[in-house]
């Protein structure tokens, strides 16, 4: 069993960055498809990035193509979330979930481990 620790959020101006880290304990990431979703109030879980346990595909949502870059390091056993030109609507609550499947899946439910979450602002 896999646990998952998020960092990294907090509040930031529209166009800024912040890059939010993973850290795996209990088995290696490299064991797991890993994904960041995020969700804002009122508002279902949606996904954001993530890879399958097997080949090296990385997907990403729409609303965060070409601005946040996701990374996996087995060596530190971290996935992080490099977020980049951040705008008011990525405000979040942002989480890290693994799953043994072997590909990456957009849907929340299918996730077995969590994060406890990290908040990100994106102040106007």
């Known amino acids: 069993q896999v646990q998952l620790v998020e960092s990294g959020g907090g509040l930031v101006q529209a166009g800024g960055s912040l890059r939010l880290s993973c850290a795996a304990s209990?088995?290696?990431?490299?064991?797991?498809?890993i994904a960041w979703f995020r969700q804002a109030p009122g508002k279902e879980r949606e996904f954001v990035a993530g890879?399958?346990?097997?080949?090296?595909?990385?997907g990403y949502s729409d609303s965060v193509k070409g601005r946040f870059t996701f990374s996996r390091d087995n060596a530190k056993n971290t996935v992080d979330l490099q977020m980049d030109s951040l705008k008011p609507e990525d405000t979040a609550v942002y989480y890290c979930?693994?799953?043994?499947?072997?590909?990456?899946?957009?849907?929340?439910?299918?996730?077995?481990?969590w994060g406890q979450g990290t908040q990100v602002t994106v102040s106007s």
């Open positions: 979930a693994a799953d043994s499947r072997p590909y990456v899946s957009r849907n929340y439910a299918q996730y077995d481990y």
């Open positions: 890879t399958g346990r097997i080949g090296s595909f990385t």
């Open positions: 209990g088995r290696t990431v490299s064991m797991y498809t």
